[in-house]
């Protein structure tokens, strides 16, 4: 058996390693890796020494401000989960990433497990944050003369966050119920926040759908107009004929039935945010948040929460008639949807914010 000779030498005779022992010690290494990597798989509670990661259609956005508020207020900690927060500024881009396997969540609009499930994918909202879209349809000072309303949305440029995400899903809806056909506007991938505002300064798009903090700003420095307010449920029944559930956490149907544990504590800590939320103020919310997300300005931030508030629910459960009236816009415009049969009830699950609490 072939030998190897360190150069340090034990009582004056080299001291030699078998290649067995080598392979022996190295298998005991790889095995040690392999138990650690399959960790998630193997034991009971698939976080142990593992992460969950969540991917978020735009961190700052204030319509996704309870998945960083749960992680700032240490309520994932709290119940022992360990979460990773990504953004991605499109909730289309987002969805990617879940159904890759790159992500274990997505923080992002609930139409779209809609639009997977008749594409073959099975995924589900697990907490409803928001009954409302929280959007809103913006038109630039320059062409407020010829944009007074969606009626006015033929030929016109629109700015949306991404083509195929929620914000595209409900300028279309908005022309179509507006007697304008789809493939009669022009939706432009401005993104959100600077880029947007850029984009509508310089007079890349005409108008656009977006969210605060990026509505606060443009209002404040008189840039455009609201032409189409969804922040409120007063504002979703009129825009889109009833409460639009949007901002969720959802997951991969396959991944919650293996992983009930692990999505039970992330229902618990985001439900606790919810509650935490409506008990607090505006100001208190904006104190607990990241500073960098007031890029107008503290008072501005603060407004844009307040502005905001009324989108989320308080329990994380979904609106009874919020499913349907979510299809029947998609309906309308989506060639996938129109003539698809969508079994809402596995779109959704109430089974974990029931028990959080």
């Avoid at 990433?97 to 594409?119: A, E, I, N, R």
């Avoid at 149907?253 to 999505?263: F, I």
Wanted: contains cysteine.
């Amino acid at each position: 058996m072939r030998t190897y000779s360190t150069s340090r030498r034990t009582g004056g005779r080299p001291a030699k390693v078998t290649a067995m022992a080598v392979a022996g010690v190295m298998a005991l290494a790889l095995s040690g890796c392999a138990d650690e990597s399959s960790a998630s798989s193997t034991s009971k509670d698939p976080l142990q020494g593992d992460v969950v990661k969540i991917m978020v259609g735009g961190l700052d956005k204030v319509i996704y401000l309870p998945a960083v508020l749960t992680q700032r207020l240490g309520y994932f900690e709290q119940e022992g989960v360990r979460v990773k927060l990504l953004s991605e500024p499109a909730g289309v881009q987002a969805t990617t990433s879940l159904v890759s396997g790159d992500v274990q969540g997505v923080v992002g609009f609930y139409d779209h497990t809609l639009d997977l499930q008749v594409k073959g994918k099975k995924v589900e909202s697990v907490v409803q944050l928001a009954r409302t879209p929280g959007e809103v349809e913006i038109v630039s000072k320059s062409a407020a003369g010829t944009l007074a309303s969606p009626k006015d949305f033929k030929g016109k440029k629109l700015g949306v966050t991404g083509l195929g995400s929620s914000t595209d899903f409900l300028t279309k809806y908005l022309a179509v119920k507006n007697g304008v056909d789809a493939a009669d506007i022009t939706p432009v991938a401005v993104g959100a926040g600077q880029t947007f505002i850029s984009a509508l300064e310089k007079g890349a798009i005409d108008g656009g759908m977006t969210t605060d903090p990026t509505v606060a700003q443009i209002l404040s420095k008189g840039l455009g107009t609201v032409l189409v307010d969804m922040r409120t449920p007063e504002g979703s029944k009129a825009a889109l004929g009833g409460l639009y559930p949007a901002s969720s956490l959802y997951m991969n149907n396959d991944w919650v039935d293996k992983n009930k544990e692990t999505v039970q504590k992330l229902a618990n800590a985001m439900v606790k945010t919810l509650k935490w939320m409506s008990e607090h103020t505006p100001e208190e919310i904006a104190d607990q948040m990241p500073a960098d997300y007031a890029k107008g300005g503290k008072d501005l931030y603060v407004k844009s929460i307040q502005s905001t508030l009324p989108m989320f629910t308080k329990d994380g459960v979904m609106p009874s008639d919020g499913p349907q009236t979510v299809l029947q816009v998609l309906k309308s415009f989506n060639p996938n949807l129109k003539n698809a049969k969508v079994d809402l009830e596995k779109t959704y699950t109430t089974e974990f914010v029931k028990k959080a609490g």
